[in-house]
């Protein structure tokens, strides 16, 4: 689907303008959006706009391709990403912008939340002698990388939930979910980071005069992804601290669980010695006649287990 918002020159807000009539002369500026285009819509990209086979190839790629930025003669076309969360998964979405003072084309294969909202603001605001395509541009960035917050916000409550586990999870429950939210922050990071330098790239840019003059709304973009960045990294480690938390108390109670059995192995291995010796059916053995053979083995047997549970109890083994 295509939409079409014209901005004319006492600005007025012209909606739903065919791009088959559209009067470049009679607009200020005008924005089209291409939301799952049809192959008949793509064609506009080509024979309308004219813009570069390769920025268009960038747009068409059923996979998203890195945020990025690239110059041409007379636009500048933007790689963005969207995330969205989809059961325990990071869904990358990708948005492009084609813009240019008196244009701009946004382009996406998934409908877009954000430009959504940001063209029905825009469709009713009274007064729009201020907004320009930048201004268009920078809202639509804003409310992407506010987006990325609640993905974080969410991660970090699950996060509270694995380490407090006050529903007495079993530790290999804990550990999926655990390497499930790591997985997720993976996907964060090779989404945020890439964003982070393609905002630090706009705004050290010599090409990019009219950001340049909005740098202050820009850079707050950029403090929002650096503060997305830290947070991603920090929630990482302490997924591997919990992770290595958790390991350890496994490998502790595994320890004293082995040193249980060994202590019952060593206490018993002179008795069942003992019990072996007399259990041998040899005919000349002297205790198998013996009156008192019996008591006294089962007494050697008691001495020997109280004696070594004590000798135990000394060396600080009973102490799990």
Not at 120 to 129: E, N, P, S
Not at 134 to 150: A, G, R, T
Not at 196 to 224: A, C, G, P, W
Not at 250 to 257: C, L, M
């Amino acid at each position: 689907m295509m939409s079409l918002i014209g901005i004319t020159k006492d600005n007025k807000i012209e909606k739903q303008v065919s791009i088959n009539d559209l009067n470049l002369e009679k607009y200020k500026w005008f924005w089209v959006d291409f939301s799952e285009p049809t192959d008949e819509e793509v064609q506009h990209l080509t024979e309308t706009f004219q813009f570069h086979p390769l920025a268009i190839e960038d747009c068409l790629y059923k996979s998203p391709q890195r945020p990025k930025l690239d110059y041409y003669d007379d636009y500048t076309f933007f790689i963005t990403h969207i995330v969205r969360e989809v059961e325990k998964e990071i869904i990358k979405e990708e948005l492009d912008f084609f813009v240019r003072e008196d244009f701009i084309v946004t382009f996406h294969l998934i409908p877009s939340i954000e430009v959504s909202q940001v063209m029905g603001r825009l469709t009713t605001q009274k007064d729009i002698k201020n907004f320009t395509t930048h201004h268009v541009f920078y809202e639509i960035l804003d409310k992407i990388v506010d987006n990325y917050f609640p993905i974080i916000y969410k991660i970090e409550d699950i996060l509270d939930e694995i380490e407090d586990n006050t529903l007495n999870n079993p530790m290999n429950n804990l550990l999926k979910s655990l390497f499930e939210t790591r997985y997720m922050l993976l996907n964060l990071t090779h989404t945020i980071n890439p964003m982070r330098d393609l905002l630090y790239r706009m705004l050290n840019s010599q090409h990019l005069v009219t950001i340049i003059k909005r740098k202050e709304y820009f850079s707050d973009i950029y403090d929002h992804l650096l503060k997305l960045s830290e947070m991603t990294m920090a929630n990482r480690e302490i997924t591997a601290d919990i992770r290595d938390n958790y390991l350890s108390l496994n490998s502790h109670q595994t320890n004293n669980v082995m040193k249980v059995l060994t202590i019952m192995t060593s206490i018993f291995a002179p008795l069942t010695f003992i019990a072996g010796i007399f259990g041998m059916n040899f005919k000349n053995m002297p205790e198998l006649s013996w009156k008192y053979g019996y008591p006294f083995s089962l007494l050697l047997m008691g001495v020997i287990g109280f004696s070594l549970i004590l000798w135990f109890k000394k060396k600080g083994w009973f102490k799990l």
